[in-house]
């Protein structure tokens, strides 16, 4: 069974009402969770990598075919095995998130996959724990990073977190977060499901 999230904070608050707020004013149609083969409760350990996977859903959904082109030539997947996995109906931001902890760790994309459906009930953040990828760790910074040039391999907007900085100068902080951190810079790049551009890869 899965595990009831604990209470949210207060920076957990401000990013899930900045999602929800921008998908209910740019009207991008979110799939139910329900309607996913595992539910959908990433559980990372991470509010921003959370976040993002969430907005993985949201791309996958209306760009199937450059969201399956991604994980077959910057993933490492078998495109067979995308196509099998989105047609059983798993979500987008798990399939990128098992072939993206697959290329950390160095094992083929399927066997993530089989890891995470004979154990999901802890989330993300336990299984990639549990193959090696430490929450803080240099791993699991690359997992972070590796969201960056796939957003903007789809011309897709993204904000980064405060510890991807160095590795982005220049990049806008998501919104939520400390102001201050970001030289008082909150505005820029639209945040999950924003358009500055069509948002779709080619």
């Known amino acids: ?29 979110q799939v139910a969770a329900q309607e996913y083969a595992f539910g959908w409760n990433p559980r990372s350990g991470d509010e921003w990598v959370d976040t993002w996977l969430g907005d993985v859903n949201e791309y996958a959904t209306r760009y199937r075919e450059p969201f399956i082109d991604e994980m077959v030539r910057y993933h490492g997947a078998p495109r067979s095995l995308v196509v099998e996995l989105l047609d059983a109906r798993w979500a987008p931001g798990d399939i990128y998130y098992a072939c993206a902890i697959s290329q950390i760790i160095g094992r083929p994309c399927r066997y993530v996959v089989a890891e995470w459906e004979r154990d999901h009930a802890d989330g993300w953040g336990a299984l990639a724990e549990r193959l090696g990828v ?53 505005g820029g790049r639209a945040a999950p499901g924003g358009r500055n551009g069509n948002g779709r890869g080619g």
């Open 1 to 29: 069974m899965t595990r009831l999230l604990a209470p949210a904070s207060t920076f957990s608050r401000r990013m899930t009402a900045l999602s929800t707020g921008l998908v209910a004013l740019l009207g991008v149609g």
């Open 134 to 186: 430490r929450p803080g760790s240099a791993e699991f910074h690359r997992l972070k990073r590796g969201f960056v040039p796939t957003y903007d391999r789809w011309s897709r907007p993204i904000y980064i977190d405060r510890d991807m900085r160095d590795a982005y100068p220049g990049r806008k902080l998501m919104p939520g977060l400390d102001e201050g951190a970001n030289g008082g810079q909150a």
